[in-house]
């Protein structure tokens, strides 16, 4: 799940990018924490769960 969540970062960033400036900065910013939070989450879950 880590995995997928990072291959959506990946692909999100890019998309992020092209958006007009005037969405980058407030749609943009939301939609990459918001995905940054996730794999974080899942990252920390990952390992509370198997120790590692």
Not at 41 to 52: D, H, I, K, M, N
């Given at each position: ?5 990072y291959a ?5 960033i890019?998309h992020?990018d ?5 969405r980058?900065?407030?749609l943009?910013?939301?939609?990459e924490?918001?995905?940054l939070?996730?794999?974080l ?12």
């Open positions: 799940m880590v995995v997928k969540a959506l970062l990946l692909w999100l890019p992020i092209k958006m007009p400036r005037s980058k900065f407030t943009g910013d939301r939609l924490n918001v995905a939070e996730l794999l989450t899942l990252f920390e879950f990952r390992v509370s769960s198997f120790g590692f």
